[in-house]
């Protein structure tokens, strides 16, 4: 049977396209999978959002593609920002294939200060999920940083806005890309020498392949990480650094389907935190609060969204007074309240607080237009949800 196109595919027809191509059947494609055929089945039909990553990276294992092309980008066409910002991933994407530390760079680079401030105002735009504002600053900057990487200070530099490129990227759908930021920054740090930017480069590069469904190969770089930190742990920034990586590490286990590994690794993330309190350390702010927004997600993407919504009742996301990790706590608990019972109208509550928080990660993310499609699916039937029509119309979800 040939597959119909759709002008406007979802992840469940993207996933029935591939399937189809393949020449399997749903019961085949399932048992490869590890899930049940009734599972794929509402998946396909729309009928079950596909948004759990670790759901997600077990169907792409089976189709043999990454999440990344069944989830796809989303770029609603009337949000000029959400367009603008993917717009720019060619250039970012340029720009670090470009960056190699091992010639010196070609750019001719602007003072070092001046280049200090405009790293200062790129990770303002990272922080505020300005994702089109961020991609416009990064080519120019990896150019200039490279210019000057003869510097220390420069390299240090470096190392930050290698790793807002990785994040960008990988928030906006491209895992590949941002692996390929992340191992300029594993490139950077390495040039410092310094044992908690080599911890921080391994942060992004463990964040990138969780992001391409590659959960083995993330936890072994974090695990590596943790290890390699730890004699290095009065050093400043040495145990926000360690806890961030437990929590790749916490991620990536139950990624793996290693559930007590995983609330282990978490355990131990959230003992550290007690002891630091809420950090900012290179702007990952490691402390008690992340540590929950952390765990919301761990469980919602692990299929236990009475236990999401739990930790979320007790977490105050207000605690961090930032976007970029705000935008977490809210879309993860909305994902979470869907699959409750009688807990749509808070779901549909948390989403549009989220809109309200950082609109470009919300507009651009395949996750959030999964359970606003399924929630929308459920509005009708019940002929109710004005708010919820209005933010589908905003994603373009029909």
């Known amino acids: 049977m040939t597959p119909r196109p759709t002008p406007d595919p979802t992840i469940g027809d993207r996933i029935r396209d591939r399937r189809l191509r393949r020449g399997w059947s749903m019961r085949f494609a399932a048992s490869r999978a590890g899930v049940s055929h009734a599972t794929w089945s509402r998946i396909e039909r729309g009928l079950q959002a596909a948004d759990n990553r670790f759901v997600l990276a077990d169907l792409a294992a089976a189709l043999e593609c990454s999440p990344a092309e069944l989830a796809g980008t989303a770029v609603p066409a009337g949000d000029r920002d959400a367009v603008a910002a993917h717009a720019a991933v060619h250039a970012v994407r340029q720009a670090l294939v470009d960056l190699d530390l091992s010639v010196a760079g070609s750019f001719e680079a602007p003072p070092l200060t001046e280049l200090a401030r405009t790293v200062a105002l790129l990770d303002t735009l990272r922080q ?210 869907a699959r409750l019972r009688n807990r749509d109208r808070e779901a549909i509550r948390f989403l549009i607080v989220a809109e309200r928080v950082a609109p470009q990660h919300v507009h651009t993310s395949s996750m959030v237009q999964e359970t606003a499609r399924a929630l929308l699916d459920r509005s009708r039937r019940m002929a109710g949800g004005t708010e919820l029509r209005a933010l589908c119309e905003r994603l373009k979800i029909g």
């Open 128 to 337: 505020a999920c300005d994702y089109a504002g961020a991609s416009r600053l990064i080519p120019d900057l990896l150019r200039g940083l490279h210019a000057s990487a003869s510097e220390k200070p420069a390299l240090r530099l470096l190392c930050d806005v290698t790793f807002i490129a990785s994040s960008v990227l990988r928030n906006l759908g491209h895992p590949a890309d941002a692996w390929l930021g992340a191992e300029r920054c594993r490139d950077a740090a390495a040039a410092t020498e310094d044992p908690v930017l080599r911890g921080y480069a391994a942060y992004a590069r463990t964040s990138a392949a969780n992001a391409c469904g590659s959960y083995d190969r993330g936890y072994a770089l974090a695990e590596q990480a943790v290890d390699d930190l730890r004699p290095h742990a009065a050093l400043p920034g040495a145990a926000e650094m360690i806890g961030s990586l437990q929590l790749n590490c916490a991620y990536a286990s139950r990624g793996a389907k290693r559930l007590d590994d995983s609330r282990a690794w978490a355990t131990e993330a959230a003992a550290l935190a007690r002891r630091t309190g809420e950090t900012s350390t290179l702007g990952l702010y490691f402390g008690p609060t992340n540590v929950d927004i952390w765990r919301i997600g761990i469980e919602i993407d692990g299929d236990d969204p009475g236990r999401a919504a739990q930790i979320a009742r007790d977490t105050d996301p207000a605690a961090l007074p930032i976007g970029f990790r705000q935008v977490f706590y809210y879309t993860d608990t909305a994902r979470a309240l």
